[in-house]
Every structure is written in structure tokens, then in C-alpha cells.
């Protein structure tokens, strides 16, 4: 599985960015997808997921500010950033996650945000 993640850049603190993961598969197949960031010197950390169900959780820091969504026709799944902060900055990684056939995760290659104050 391959987990192409695209759509990071460099944002003034306020502003918004998109970011996309395409799958080589079929999304559905998966129990879960979402979004990690890992910012300078910090641990990787969940920003987003969302399940096959459609549920979709945040962390605190990012609650009513970022979005996570999919077009299950595209295999894709996305992650709308508003309101962005300079606590943001960090790599985000696509991830996806399966236990049908035991437990497995993916992960993509990561894209740089950086959010300037």
C-alpha cells in the first residue's frame, strides 16, 4: 500500500492549507485514516482521523479549526487547516490503518507545513 500525501507549504500564521493523501487502494479498506504531525524536536503526535464509519475525532489543539474528510470515489482523504498557528509547523503523515487481516498500518512520506508569525 502507498500513501502519497501532497499539499503542504509555507502559511502565514492565520491562513489555510489543504493537504491530501492519495492511497493506491481502495480507502474503504481501511478502518481508519488520519493525520500525524511531527513538529521540531517533538514526538510524532494523531491530529485527525477518520473512521470507515465516517466518525471523525481531533485533537484538542486543532478542534474547530482543521477538518478531516475523504472522497472515497478518488481514494483520497484530506485535511482542511484553518486558522493555522506557528505550533503547527511540523511534517504531517498520512496514515492508515487495518485490522481485517491482523493489524497492519501505512504510512505516507510526510509534507512540510511551516506557519509563520
Known amino acids: 500500500v502507498q500513501l502519497q500525501a501532497s499539499g503542504g507549504g509555507w502559511v502565514q500564521a492565520g491562513g489555510s492549507l489543504r493537504l491530501s493523501c492519495a492511497a493506491s487502494?481502495?480507502?474503504?479498506?481501511?478502518?481508519?485514516m488520519g493525520w500525524f504531525r511531527q513538529g521540531p524536536g517533538k514526538q510524532r503526535e494523531s491530529v485527525a482521523t477518520i473512521t470507515i464509519s465516517g466518525a471523525t475525532y481531533y485533537a484538542d489543539s486543532v478542534k474547530g479549526r482543521f477538518t478531516i474528510f475523504r472522497d472515497n470515489a478518488k481514494n483520497t482523504v484530506y485535511l482542511q487547516m484553518n486558522s493555522l498557528e506557528p505550533e503547527g509547523t511540523g511534517v504531517y503523515y498520512c496514515n492508515a490503518q487495518s485490522v481485517t487481516f491482523g493489524y497492519n498500518t501505512f504510512w505516507g512520506q510526510g509534507t512540510q507545513v511551516t506557519v509563520s508569525s
Open positions: 487502494r481502495s480507502i474503504i479498506s481501511f478502518d481508519t
